[in-house]
């Protein structure tokens, strides 16, 4: 683990007792851990917009009878398979399949991907979730 260091922060109060009340709902034991993480989080979304290297988690709920939507998603995705790490495939009901796709690359690909799986017609709904990648940094 890299050195820790300390700094004061000075904030309203208002302010304080409103993150005091979101980091105990977010289950947080300190601010200290709360405050680590929104900066990460704001570094992601850094990387995210400069595209840089991330990794991204998309999901997306299809209807698998829509005519032709399985074998354009499938050429999407070879479109894109150096970003491609895994795909997990679950049938959720008759009608409607859950894809699970992981993605390691640059975060502006990773966008073009999802966006062009939302796209497609019968592709009820899509999300797409970035993170970190490497511990050099942050
Ligand atoms: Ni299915």
């Given at each position: 683990?890299?050195?820790?260091?300390?700094?004061?922060?000075?904030?309203?109060?208002?302010?304080?007792?409103?993150?005091?009340?979101?980091?105990?709902?977010?289950?947080?034991?300190?601010?200290?851990?709360?405050?680590?993480?929104?900066?990460?989080?704001?570094?992601?979304?850094?990387?995210?917009?400069?595209?840089g290297i991330v990794a991204g988690v998309i999901v997306m709920n299809y209807n698998h009878h829509k005519r032709e939507l399985v074998s354009k998603m499938l050429d999407i995705q070879h479109d894109f398979q150096e970003l491609i790490i895994s795909t997990q495939?679950?049938?959720?009901?008759h009608h409607e399949c859950l894809e699970i796709i992981a993605a390691k690359g640059k975060a502006d690909e990773i966008e073009q991907l999802s966006?062009?799986?939302?796209?497609?017609?019968?592709?009820?709904?899509?999300?797409?979730?970035?993170?970190?990648?490497?511990?050099?940094t942050f």
């Open positions: 683990m890299s050195k820790l260091y300390r700094f004061g922060v000075s904030l309203e109060k208002p302010l304080i007792d409103a993150f005091d009340r979101h980091i105990k709902r977010q289950n947080y034991k300190n601010r200290s851990e709360a405050i680590r993480d929104l900066i990460r989080s704001e570094l992601v979304k850094k990387q995210w917009k400069e595209g495939h679950i049938h959720l009901t966006n062009s799986l939302q796209s497609l017609v019968g592709v009820k709904h899509v999300s797409l979730s970035i993170s970190a990648v490497g511990d050099g």
